[in-house]
């Protein structure tokens, strides 16, 4: 499969909110409900922040949300923090018990 | 607490091999599928082999099929990877992840493989 397209940077102001895409085809993101969002600090494992498309697990914050619509899912993060700093990557379900990734998008918060 | 934690990983040389183990606790391994996924530096994460609960199947990647086998211990709570004919672009941070609802829950913190002449 290929990897799910997200936009390289995204940015935003303390408080603003910003929104990542990820793309991907009806094979993945478009047939299966099972998109997740993961964020990643350097040097660190990737965290899950959102399951099964819009779904936060405990602990998240309710900044975090997410949403799809055809071949596209979207993470939005709202009332930026500079915690929020970080990269971002999605991940779907792609049949026969396989994932296909996003190839991350760089928040800064400016 | 859920724990994952990897080892093995290292410096080795183009077709050379190497195995990695992942040590799980805080969880009742032997109920979940568990996956390889790798990530190359400064790229996203890609999904390597999966393996269900009791061992008895497993899938592969295209890329390192007929290279790379997965195995696990349920008796250990403990995951591995056997990496065979290693080439240079076989280089990432491989990590061990637990699958919940198809989707990759929990990640250990990674171990670095290196493969370099």
């Known amino acids: 499969q290929s990897a799910l397209t997200q936009p390289r940077s995204v940015s935003g102001s303390p408080g603003q909110s910003v929104t990542i895409s990820c793309t991907g085809t009806s094979s993945d993101v478009g047939t299966y409900n099972y998109v997740s969002w993961y964020q990643q600090r350097p040097g660190k494992a990737p965290k899950l922040m959102i399951s099964?498309?819009?779904q936060r697990p405990s602990g998240v914050p309710d900044r975090f949300s997410g949403s799809k619509s055809g071949n596209t899912a979207s993470l939005t993060v709202s009332g930026l923090q500079a915690e929020d700093e970080a990269d971002y990557y999605c991940c779907s379900y792609a049949g026969s018990y396989t994932w296909v990734f996003g190839g991350g998008t760089k928040l800064t918060v400016l | 607490e859920v724990q994952l934690v990897e080892s093995g990983g290292g410096s080795v040389q183009p077709g050379g091999s190497l195995r990695l183990s992942c040590a799980t606790s805080?969880?009742?391994?032997?109920?979940?599928?568990m996956h390889w996924v790798r990530q190359a530096p400064g790229k996203g994460p890609v999904w390597v082999s999966r393996i269900i609960s009791d061992g008895s199947s497993a899938s592969y990647a295209d890329f390192v099929k007929g290279r790379f086998t997965i195995s696990r211990d349920n008796a250990k709570n403990t995951l591995y990877l056997q990496m065979n004919s290693l080439r240079v672009e076989d280089t990432a941070v491989y990590y061990c992840?637990?699958?919940?609802?198809?989707?990759?829950?929990?990640w250990g913190q990674g171990t670095l493989v290196s493969v370099s002449s």
């Open positions: 992840v637990r699958d919940e609802r198809y989707a990759p829950s929990r």
């Open positions: 099964d498309v819009t």
């Open positions: 805080g969880f009742t391994f032997s109920d979940y599928w």
